[in-house]
């Protein structure tokens, strides 16, 4: 697995959330760079805790972005974001628990669902708001 990172293709055409989107990269490569420290669940668990409250923040600016323009897409759009926060919980309270073995397997998971959700879920509302003139 190659470290992640953001690239073009990753555009949205929305300055906002394209810079939210490179820091989510940003953490998750801050993460895949500490994968070596798998047995320091303090230093891993603040990396996802960072990852998550991260979430809530560029959810919270992209649902609000879509319920003000009243994109189509909203209601499902959001249950995927749901989706995400769950499975970062797990992961979270797994290496509380100690499960620290999970790392590279979160890292790949978390890496897959943000390079998929970007191209082909986030995707879906970059014409809608550039439409609306949002850029």
């Known amino acids: 697995m ?3 990172a953001w690239q073009e293709k990753f555009s949205v055409n929305v300055r ?4 939210q ?13 500490s994968r070596e420290r ?12 960072e990852l998550a409250m991260y979430a809530v923040v560029h959810f919270d600016t992209e649902e ?9 897409g909203y209601e499902e759009h959001r249950k995927e974001h749901e989706a995400f926060k769950e499975k970062v919980e ?13 790392a590279l397997d979160m ?19 970059s014409l809608f708001l550039n439409g609306k003139g949002i850029r």
């Not at 989107?21 to 760079?33: A, P, Q, T, V, W």
């Not at 609000?64 to 189509?72: C, Q, T």
């Not at 797990?90 to 628990?97: A, G, P, S, T, V």
């Not at 890292?107 to 509302?125: A, C, K, M, P, S």
């Open 38 to 49: 798998v047995s320091d669940t303090s230093f891993l668990g603040a990396r996802v805790w």
């Open 90 to 102: 797990i992961f979270r309270k797994d290496l509380e628990m100690g499960q620290t073995a999970l």
């Open 107 to 125: 890292i790949t998971f978390l890496t897959g669902w943000l390079e998929h959700h970007i191209l082909n879920v986030d995707q879906q509302y």
């Open 64 to 72: 609000l972005m879509m319920s003000e323009y009243s994109f189509p």
């Open 21 to 33: 989107h490179k820091k989510f990269f940003d953490i998750l490569g801050n993460l895949y760079d």
């Open 16 to 19: 906002v959330l394209d810079e």
């Open 2 to 4: 190659l470290r992640p």
